[in-house]
């Protein structure tokens, strides 16, 4: 009987010598039971590395769709404009998706970021714009669709348009304007803003040219406060030109709103220009054009 209890002993990584033995015990028993050829195999401990990393799941709903576009604001008229290509990655899309649209004889609307979203952006801007429209039996000012497109984004923050906006037109005092929107709703006023894929091409250049930076003045003068018409539109094609050289998400078409305030000597300066299409009904008010360029499509 003695010699029997001491066989029933407690031994090393066991628990009240129950059976509870060891790991490496297990694994031998395993290794045995598959050499001896009974069947009874234990199962493999899985990698430790799968353990270690989160079991999740993802969602993005967005994607980016390339393109850029610019504004422009003069004395008394603002220039909108964007190039025709949506991509996703190294594929194009389609190779004509405007990105620049009218909203009132007053206002258009560039926008650019996730092309669904800003499709659905504009609808719903165009929407709201409607009911003002027939509250008031006007169109609405352009700061105050500033402020309407604020609203909409902050709004939607927590679930944001992914689009960047630029809002270009003419003020109730006859002169261009531009704003410029981040997806959830902050905006400024400013002289000229680009935003897009080609932003980090684009924007500098409009700094040296539109606000003169880096460039000191010859003496005994100083830098015009607005260029004239023909300079901004002959900016703006070197711009997008230069961008499609250097950007793959550039390129296809180019489509360049101009919006001139009522009575404004910028008219006699692109009444000439090559394929420009009138899309205002009135010749007595505020006025919008279009200009529409091509781009290298490689």
């Given at each position: 009987?003695?010699?029997?209890?001491?066989?029933?002993?407690?031994?090393?990584?066991?628990?009240?010598?129950?059976?509870?033995?060891?790991?490496?015990?297990?694994?031998?028993?395993?290794?045995?039971?598959?050499?001896n050829g009974t069947g009874s195999e234990f199962p493999r401990m899985p990698?430790?590395?799968?353990?270690?990393?989160?079991?999740?799941?993802?969602?993005?709903?967005?994607?980016?769709?390339?393109?850029?576009?610019?504004?422009?604001?003069?004395?008394?008229?603002?220039?909108?404009?964007?190039?025709?290509?949506?991509?996703?990655?190294?594929?194009?899309?389609?190779?004509?998706?405007?990105?620049?649209?009218?909203?009132?004889?007053?206002?258009?609307?560039?926008?650019?970021?996730?092309?669904?979203?800003?499709?659905?952006?504009?609808?719903?801007?165009?929407?709201?714009?409607?009911?003002?429209?027939?509250?008031?039996?006007?169109?609405?000012?352009?700061?105050a669709i500033a402020r309407l497109i604020q609203t909409m984004l902050y709004?939607?923050?927590?679930?944001?348009?992914?689009?960047?906006?630029?809002?270009?037109?003419?003020?109730?005092?006859?002169?261009?304007?531009?704003?410029?929107?981040?997806?959830?709703?902050?905006?400024?006023?400013?002289?000229?803003?680009?935003?897009?894929?080609?932003?980090?091409?684009?924007?500098?250049?409009?700094?040296?040219?539109?606000y003169f930076k880096n460039q000191t003045p010859a003496p005994g003068t100083?830098?015009?406060?607005?260029?004239?018409?023909?300079?901004?539109?002959?900016?703006?094609?070197?711009?997008?030109?230069?961008?499609?050289?250097?950007?793959?998400?550039?390129?296809?078409?180019?489509?360049?709103?101009?919006?001139?305030?009522?009575?404004?000597?910028?008219?006699?300066?692109?009444?000439?220009?090559?394929?420009?299409?009138?899309?205002?009904?009135?010749?007595?008010?505020?006025?919008?054009?279009?200009?529409?360029?091509?781009?290298?499509?490689?």
């Amino acid at each position: 009987m003695y010699q029997e209890s001491k066989k029933r002993e407690r031994t090393p990584g066991s628990w009240c010598g129950r059976g509870m033995v060891t790991v490496e015990a297990r694994f031998s028993k395993g290794a045995k039971a598959r050499s001896n050829g009974t069947g009874s195999e234990f199962p493999r401990m899985p990698a430790m590395i799968s353990l270690a990393q989160p079991q999740q799941r993802q969602f993005n709903p967005y994607s980016e769709n390339g393109g850029t576009i610019l504004a422009v604001a003069g004395a008394d008229f603002s220039v909108i404009a964007g190039d025709t290509r949506q991509s996703e990655g190294y594929s194009i899309q389609t190779r004509y998706a405007p990105k620049v649209f009218r909203l009132t004889d007053k206002a258009v609307l560039a926008v650019n970021g996730f092309a669904a979203d800003g499709n659905m952006f504009v609808k719903k801007v165009r929407q709201r714009l409607e009911w003002y429209r027939h509250a008031h039996a006007k169109d609405m000012p352009l700061r105050a669709i500033a402020r309407l497109i604020q609203t909409m984004l902050y709004a939607r923050r927590f679930f944001p348009f992914y689009v960047y906006n630029i809002l270009g037109g003419i003020e109730d005092d006859g002169t261009g304007a531009v704003y410029s929107f981040d997806p959830v709703g902050s905006y400024e006023r400013e002289a000229c803003r680009a935003a897009g894929a080609a932003q980090s091409l684009v924007q500098p250049f409009l700094d040296n040219q539109i606000y003169f930076k880096n460039q000191t003045p010859a003496p005994g003068t100083s830098h015009p406060v607005h260029l004239p018409l023909s300079t901004v539109l002959s900016l703006v094609i070197d711009s997008f030109t230069s961008a499609t050289e250097r950007h793959i998400e550039v390129g296809d078409g180019l489509e360049m709103y101009v919006v001139l305030a009522k009575g404004s000597t910028a008219l006699q300066s692109i009444v000439s220009v090559r394929g420009i299409q009138e899309m205002t009904t009135t010749e007595d008010g505020e006025r919008v054009f279009v200009i529409r360029r091509e781009l290298k499509k490689d």
